[in-house]
Each structure stands twice: as structure tokens, then as C-alpha cells.
């Protein structure tokens, strides 16, 4: 424990109590420990409870951190403090020429002896020798104690003085040091330049995806601003914000503090309408999204743009097909015109590979934010279209599609679009049997939604790991990885990806054989899926529940719902749902004991699970197709088909089938060679 590390001879009870005084805070456990030994001469001395008191009853022992800061303050040279209190309105880290700006008439020679004073009281610290030497407060509690002691109007000039000194000092470069002066301006009380320089710091920051940052300074500027347009500006700002850190029920209620009525500037009233969509799509409520927009009149501009993307997803997510083709054909037609322009194509009806590689020729200096966006623009309506190729199982399309997603998202710059290119390419390696590649793209994409404060992303790779680490045998794993994901679409609200993942914990209870629980959660799904209208979602779960039905005897309610299943998939153009349907109507003939029709179906399942790339489904076709030449008696077609099985299980890295397959072949060449040694 930490305070027998620093006092080894103390007492239970005076080990309690000290750690109660703490609050368990290490920081000032330690200092506390440094108090109480500095009493006591003799360092081997029992130390008990009463002597804790007994220090404490002298006034020798702070009741609190910033009381225990406070005496070490006190015990300072009058020097020492007026430095002190000048370097903690600085901030935690400082150097000389700082501190002489704000303590005019000191001299070199004279501050040196109070810094090394500040340094042998463990106050400060150097932290930084290059380009000029820079202190450092060993501990941000002492500064805030410090800082506390200064009088109001003392702290709002030397604020000011401060910033003052920081701008003169920058000069051409103070934008690149924006947030280091919105800080000392705001508390310096000086409303045109905090509201100048804390704008600056927020777009920043909300530019590279650093969210709560940029929310902190958009707060800034709404204290100091007086323009009504601005103010509404500014609080859009921060509900973008909140978006992408996933804090959808605080954006929301923000939102709703602002009156679309009250908005007259068309571009902020699109931005309006972006927000209030956007919403309404990360909890999954697509209807929603489609209804909202019957309302706008105007789609010009970024954001206008930007919600005719939200309405060609959301008609593809509601399956109407057709609007979703006519829009994606417009959209691309449009955005592919403008990006011609800003860049200059000359080439009739150019590919997005040429644009991009146009782009790439722009030189930094020369490049515009028009044509980076009609990329933008581009690269999102490819997005969508992928994800069409992946739910359809034209995977070789999706992945020549996502490779080319991830060249152009780098290109861009765009952390979010290069997290979702790596996504997709997860996905399509995993069901296309790279695992290896697959568990690199997850990696990547992790890595960027955990690092511009992606929730919904980082929840959304989780779940993809999670279906990996099933395909690979790893089922404690799987679940965990679900349950994690699931905490966080459930505290989006998104229902949607709430029932993708429900359907994945119930498909590892499934290959667990354990019925109940698999059936729990697919009900579940389905429950949320018919809710949201997601028929892919209402496709899977009634095959799982099928399934069940097929393992537990009740074959005429699984035929039933499998032929039901498979005309809504045929609808959808579900292409790997119908090729499952087939696999599991093949199981049903077996029971039925119709071995022509079931060899029938599993001859259609193997064809179309090739044609989408499902190695492990293939797999599965396979190995079905083997059983009923078992049941013919064909030894050899049964090792041939087996052998066919195993190698695609191998190819798709699915651990359990690998080891199933190949303890059954074992058992039937065994047969064999004993059949044939007996002739």
C-alpha cells in the first residue's frame, strides 16, 4: 500500500485514518506522509492514530489538499510567494522572461536565489532547457492554491499583461497560439480578443476531431459574443461537438434551446437542419431523418449537400431501392461536376480515381477548400455504395470499393472516413476469410475512432472484432468485446446497431448450443429490427431462430420460417442470406429424409456462397453436401467433399469447423481403411 511504502512503522488504525483524511487522493496521501515524518525524528518511531491527531490539533496538519499547499505556501520568503503567485497565473509551466513581464523591477540576479528556494521546497521543477529554460509547478493543486490567493482585479491585469506579452512575442504566428491566449483574455475579462482568439482555438480543434477541447473555447466565445447570429453559430458548433463525442441526449436538449424561426441566415438554418437529422440518424431512426427533410426547401451549400447524403442512406437503409438508385445517380453526377470544375479536369466524364489523382497534383499552396469537399462529397456516396455491395455479397466489388475509400480518405486527410474505409475492410476480409488482414483493418480503425472521441465508431469496430474473435474459436472474447459495444449503442440510443449486436451474442450462445440463451437474444433483435423497419436485420434474426428450431426437432416450424425468410431475401437482394437459406432448407430436406432435394439445395448454396466469396459458408455447403453421401454410403465423394470442406473452413479461419472437419474425416478414412482391410 502506498502509505506503508512511505511510513513502513504505522499503525492499522493510523493507516486508516490517514487514508480516510486523503480520500484515497495519492497526491496527497504523499504529501500528507511527508508532513507527519517531517514531526518525527526518529524514522523507525511507531507511528499511531493519536499522533496523527496530536499534529493535527497543533495546526501542524492540513483537513484538506488545498490547505496542505497552503502551509508549505505560508512557510515561503515574501519573495518566493509574490514569484509564485505571478508564475501561477502564467499557468503550470513558465519561464523568466514571463515572469519578468509580470513582476516589472527584478533583476536576473535577484530572482535566481527564489527559484532555487521554490526548487529545494520541491515547488518547481525544470522542465524544458531549449530554446529558453522553462519551470514547471511539480504539482497543479499547489498553482490552484496559489492561485486562489490572488485578489480578482489582480489576476484580471496580469492576465491581460500577460496575453499582451504572448501577442507581441508571436506577432505574425499569435493564431498558431490561439488557445494559450483566448485563456489569458477571457480571464483578463477582455471580450473582443477572447471571442477572436477562443473562435480560432475551437474551430481548431474541432477541425482535427478534438472535441471536447474545441467545445471548451466554443463556451469561451459564447460568453464574450453579442451578435445573435454568431451566438446560434457558436451553439450549433458545440452541438456538433457533442455528436461526435456521442453525448447525443445533451446535443439534443442544446439543439432544442435553439428556434429554427429565430435563424434568418439560410446557411445556418441548413446547418440547423444538418444537426437535427443527424441526430435522428445516430439513434438509428431513419423514418425520421426522411420526414424532417420533406420540410427543407433549400439543399445548397456544405450542409445542404451533406443532407442529400443523409437522405440517399437513409432511403437505402429503408430499402427504397429505387429512390436510393435515382438519387445516387444524381448526387454523383453533381458532386462529380463540381469537383471537375474546382479542379480543372479537362478529360470528358472523368473517373473519381482521376480526380483523385489530380488532387494529388494540386500543390498545398494551391489547393481550394471546394474541391477537398466535392471529394469529401464523393468519397461518402462510395461509402454508402460499399456498404450496399457488403449487405448484397458482392464482396470483391466492396473490397475493390473500400481499398479505394482508404486511398482517398488519406488523401483527404479525413480521420472519420478512413475509419470507416478500414471498417468495411474488416468486415469484407472477415467474411472473405482474411483474418489476418482483417485484424489489421480493425486495429487501425480502433485506433483512429479511439483517437478523435469516435464513440459510435469505436462501438461499431468492437462489435466487428467481436463477430472475428467468434469466427476464430474465441468466444469468451467475442462476448466481451459485444457486451462493450452494446453499453455504448445503448447509451447513443442507437436501436439499429443494438440489434446487430443482440444478434451477435445470440449466433456465439448458438454455436455454444446453448438454445435458450441464443433465442433470447435473437428475439431480442428481432423485437428492435421489425421496430426500426431493418430488414437485413429482420432477415438474419429469422434464419438464427430458425436454426434453433432446426436443432431442438421442430423442422416443420423452421421450414416454415425459412421459406418465408427466403422470399424477403430474394426482395432485399440479401444474396449470402439467400445462400444460407438455401444451406439450412438442404437441412431440412436431410431430416425429411428427400436427400435429392436437399442435395439440390446445397449444390444452389454452394454456388451462390462462391459467387459472394463466403469461404466459411461454402464451407458449410460442403460438409452438408458430405452428410447425405454418408447417408448414400459414398465413402469416396464423402473424403472428396470433406477435404473440399476443410479447405475452406482453413481459408476462412473458422477454428471450430476447422476442428469438426477434420476430426470427421479422420473418423471416416479410418472406416474405410478398416472396410477395406477386411475384404
Not at 470499393?401 to 471498417?423: G, P, V, W
Not at 421450414?559 to 442470406?577: C, R
Amino acid at each position: 500500500m502506498l502509505i506503508r511504502s512511505q511510513i513502513p512503522n504505522i499503525t492499522f488504525q493510523a493507516l486508516d485514518y490517514l487514508y480516510n483524511l486523503a480520500g484515497g487522493n495519492p497526491r496527497f496521501i504523499i504529501e500528507l506522509c511527508a508532513q507527519i515524518l517531517s514531526h518525527f525524528s526518529d524514522p523507525d518511531m511507531l507511528i499511531t492514530e493519536s499522533n496523527i491527531r496530536e499534529i493535527q490539533n497543533k495546526g501542524l496538519l492540513p483537513y484538506s489538499v488545498e490547505n496542505l499547499f497552503m502551509i508549505k505556501y505560508e512557510s515561503l520568503s515574501r519573495e518566493a510567494k509574490e514569484i509564485l503567485k505571478k508564475a501561477s497565473i502564467i499557468g503550470k509551466g513558465f519561464t523568466l522572461n514571463e515572469i519578468f513581464e509580470t513582476h516589472s523591477g527584478i533583476s536576473q540576479s535577484e530572482i535566481m536565489p527564489v527559484i532555487s528556494e521554490l526548487q529545494n521546497n520541491e515547488i518547481i521543477d525544470i522542465t524544458t532547457l531549449s530554446p529558453e529554460v522553462q519551470y514547471l509547478f511539480n504539482n497543479a493543486l499547489m498553482r490552484q492554491a496559489v492561485y486562489s490567493t490572488i485578489l480578482l482585479g489582480e489576476k484580471v491585469s496580469l492576465h491581460n499583461r500577460i496575453a499582451s506579452f504572448y501577442e507581441e512575442k508571436y506577432g505574425t504566428l499569435a493564431i498558431r497560439h490561439s488557445e494559450l491566449l483566448a485563456y489569458h483574455y477571457h480571464l483578463g475579462e477582455n471580450a473582443e480578443k477572447a471571442l477572436y482568439y477562443a473562435m480560432l482555438a475551437a474551430n481548431q480543434n474541432q477541425k482535427i476531431y478534438n472535441h471536447s477541447e474545441a467545445i471548451y473555447y466554443y463556451q469561451i466565445a459564447l460568453q464574450h459574443s453579442t451578435s445573435i447570429d454568431e451566438k446560434i453559430d457558436i451553439g450549433l458548433s458545440i452541438v456538433d461537438s457533442q455528436l461526435y463525442l456521442g453525448d447525443v441526449d445533451v446535443a439534443k436538449e442544446n439543439l432544442e434551446t435553439i428556434n429554427a424561426a429565430d435563424i434568418s441566415n439560410p446557411e445556418l438554418l441548413s446547418k440547423y437542419h444538418f444537426l437535427r437529422c443527424r441526430i435522428y440518424y445516430l439513434a438509428g431512426d431513419y423514418e425520421n431523418v426522411l420526414n424532417y427533410l420533406q420540410k427543407v426547401t433549400d439543399f445548397s451549400g456544405k450542409y445542404g449537400e451533406q443532407l442529400h447524403v443523409y437522405q440517399l442512406d437513409c432511403y437505402y437503409r429503408l430499402f427504397r431501392i429505387e429512390e436510393f438508385s435515382a438519387l445516387l445517380k444524381d448526387l454523383k453526377q453533381e458532386f462529380q461536376n463540381k469537383a471537375v470544375n474546382s479542379l480543372q479536369v479537362k478529360a470528358k466524364n472523368p473517373s473519381l480515381a482521376t480526380l483523385l489523382s489530380r488532387y494529388q497534383q494540386v500543390s498545398k499552396e494551391e489547393i481550394a477548400e471546394e474541391p477537398k469537399r466535392y471529394l469529401y462529397l464523393l468519397l461518402k456516396l462510395e461509402a454508402i455504395a460499399a456498404n450496399h455491395l457488403l449487405n448484397t455479397g458482392h464482396y470483391q466489388d466492396a473490397l475493390k470499393s473500400l481499398l479505394f475509400q482508404y486511398d482517398l480518405a488519406k488523401a483527404l486527410k479525413d480521420e472519420l472516413s478512413l475509419r470507416i474505409a478500414n471498417s468495411g475492410l474488416g468486415i469484407v476480409y472477415t467474411r472473405m476469410g482474411n483474418l489476418e488482414a482483417a485484424h489489421k483493418a480493425y486495429g487501425e480503425a480502433l485506433d483512429i475512432a479511439d483517437r478523435i472521441n469516435d464513440r459510435f465508431g469505436f462501438a461499431k469496430v468492437l462489435s466487428d472484432m467481436a463477430t472475428l474473435n467468434r469466427r476464430m474459436g474465441k468466444h469468451q472474447e467475442a462476448l466481451d468485446h459485444f457486451h462493450r459495444s452494446l453499453k455504448i449503442f445503448e447509451s447513443l440510443g442507437n436501436l439499429v446497431f443494438q440489434s446487430v449486436v443482440l444478434h451477435g451474442i445470440g449466433d456465439v450462445y448458438l454455436q455454444d448450443a446453448n438454445y435458450p440463451e441464443a433465442l433470447k437474444y435473437f428475439r431480442k433483435a428481432l423485437k428492435i429490427a421489425s421496430q426500426c423497419k431493418d430488414l437485413f436485420g429482420i432477415s438474419f434474426e429469422q434464419d438464427s431462430i430458425g436454426d434453433i428450431l432446426l436443432s431442438t426437432g421442430k423442422i416443420a416450424e423452421a421450414k416454415a420460417l425459412y421459406t418465408k425468410n427466403l422470399k424477403l431475401q430474394k426482395k432485399i437482394g440479401d444474396n449470402e442470406g439467400i445462400a444460407h437459406t438455401y444451406g439450412n432448407l438442404g437441412n431440412v430436406a436431410r431430416k425429411e429424409n428427400n436427400l435429392p432435394l436437399a442435395i439440390k439445395y446445397y449444390i444452389q448454396n454452394i454456388k451462390l456462397t462462391i459467387e459472394v466469396g463466403d469461404k466459411e459458408g461454402t464451407g458449410k455447403g460442403y460438409f452438408n453436401l458430405a452428410l447425405i453421401y454418408e447417408d448414400l454410403n459414398d465413402k469416396k465423394k464423402v473424403v472428396e467433399l470433406l477435404k473440399k470442406a476443410l479447405k475452406c473452413f482453413k481459408q476462412a479461419g473458422s477454428v471450430n469447423l476447422i476442428e469438426l472437419t477434420a476430426k470427421h474425416l479422420q473418423e471416416v478414412l479410418q472406416g474405410k481403411e478398416e472396410e477395406e482391410s477386411k475384404k
